[in-house]
């Protein structure tokens, strides 16, 4: 076990070369605005293997979405990567054309987005819709890619499908909508499916039926799938291994075994403590995690969670935390977990 004196974070569980999809090294994402520049991501990596369900847990404003935002390149206007490098299947994506962007997008890399129930046009139809990204990445079926959609639209299970390709989104529920958006991220077969919070606003039998579909298709297509969420549920019945963020960084990573039954990180163990456990009879109070998060205009010169966190020593306040390797499959980036590495002192 080694404790390397960064706060980056890179993959506790060693993959060959060939095996990495998406590659993600010391990534800085940063948002200008007029009261200074908000440092959303501050310096991670991460690797996605192919094949993999990769999940990305923390609160609102941890740096989940835009750090995939940053993959995709899709920062608006004030935002801007200040530093890093982001590698899909061997090549740069932080040096590509805005024209090599578009075309990676949909084809190769696809994302549901927050919210997809409101992405849908309500004056398109359904096909329509699901025709745009087969045009755009060439495309030239003789029936229009009629044939694609209504075989997409049955893999998720629209029926009948060759009717509902002509009704429009506001004759769906809501579930159903949600597979559509799932049915046209992969029309184009993309290696890579980045799903933002596909779950929110669905009631928990939908919920669990939208993520039955995702793995069924992602064993089926054998695409690898980032999936990002605060939900720990979600994680726990989908992901092969997890990422947990805090303040623009990545604090722990490891298999769903890791995260779930030997948590090495505070905020990890105060997020579980803060649901409900399905697993267990228990009927122990939930402990919801105290304070707010960190300022990112502003960040603090330690810890990111050394403010909220109930075990904060002073090197916590004044210095970030090394990455230590709790296992050969687990990581933290904590001043505790380096501290009962090295026997005590720290």
């Known amino acids: 076990m080694t404790v390397s004196r960064d706060m980056t974070m890179g993959t506790g569980h060693p993959a060959h070369g060939e095996d990495v999809l998406l590659r993600v090294r010391d990534l800085r994402t940063s948002f200008f605005t007029p009261v200074g520049e908000v440092r959303a991501v501050g310096g991670v990596s991460f690797d996605v293997r192919r094949g993999e369900v990769l999940g990305i847990v923390g609160e609102s404003g941890s740096g989940k979405s835009v750090t995939m935002l940053s993959v995709l390149r899709l920062l608006g206007t004030s935002g801007r990567i200040v530093g890093g490098e982001i590698e899909f299947d061997g090549v740069s994506l932080t040096t590509r054309s805005e024209a090599q962007m578009a075309d990676l997008r949909g084809r190769r890399i696809s994302m549901i987005f927050q919210d997809p129930m409101t992405s849908l046009n309500p004056v398109l139809s359904v096909g329509y819709q699901m025709r745009e990204p087969l045009l755009r990445h060439g495309g030239r079926e003789s029936d229009g890619g009629v044939a694609r959609i209504v075989e997409m639209l049955r893999h998720v299970g629209i029926e009948p499908a060759e009717q509902r390709v002509k009704q429009y989104p506001h004759q769906f529920s809501g579930g159903q909508r949600q597979r559509i958006m799932i049915a046209m991220a992969l029309i184009c077969n993309p290696d890579l499916l980045i799903a933002d919070e596909p779950t929110t606003a669905l009631d928990v039998t939908v919920q669990a039926q939208i993520?039955?579909?995702?793995?069924?298709?992602?064993?089926?297509?054998?695409?690898?799938?980032?999936?990002?969420?605060?939900?720990?549920?979600?994680?726990?019945?989908t992901a092969d291994?997890?990422?947990?963020?805090?303040?623009?960084?990545?604090?722990?990573?490891?298999?769903?075994?890791?995260?779930?039954?030997?948590?090495a990180h505070p905020y990890t163990r105060g997020l579980l403590q803060s649901v409900p456990n399905p697993e267990t009879l228990s009927k122990s109070r939930l402990i919801p995690i105290e304070g707010q998060p960190p300022d990112l205009l502003n960040p603090p010169p330690?810890?990111?969670?050394?403010?909220?966190?109930?075990?904060?020593?002073?090197?916590?306040?004044?210095f970030p935390p090394p990455r230590t390797q709790v296992s050969d499959s687990h990581a933290a980036s904590c001043w505790l977990a380096a501290r009962k590495l090295e026997g005590g002192a720290v």
């Open 211 to 237: 993520l039955e579909l995702m793995k069924g298709l992602q064993r089926r297509f054998g695409t690898s799938i980032i999936l990002i969420t605060h939900d720990l549920g979600v994680i726990a019945g």
């Open 241 to 263: 291994r997890v990422l947990v963020m805090y303040g623009g960084h990545i604090v722990e990573e490891g298999t769903r075994r890791d995260i779930f039954y030997a948590p």
């Open 302 to 318: 330690g810890c990111p969670y050394s403010a909220r966190c109930p075990q904060t020593m002073r090197v916590c306040l004044a």
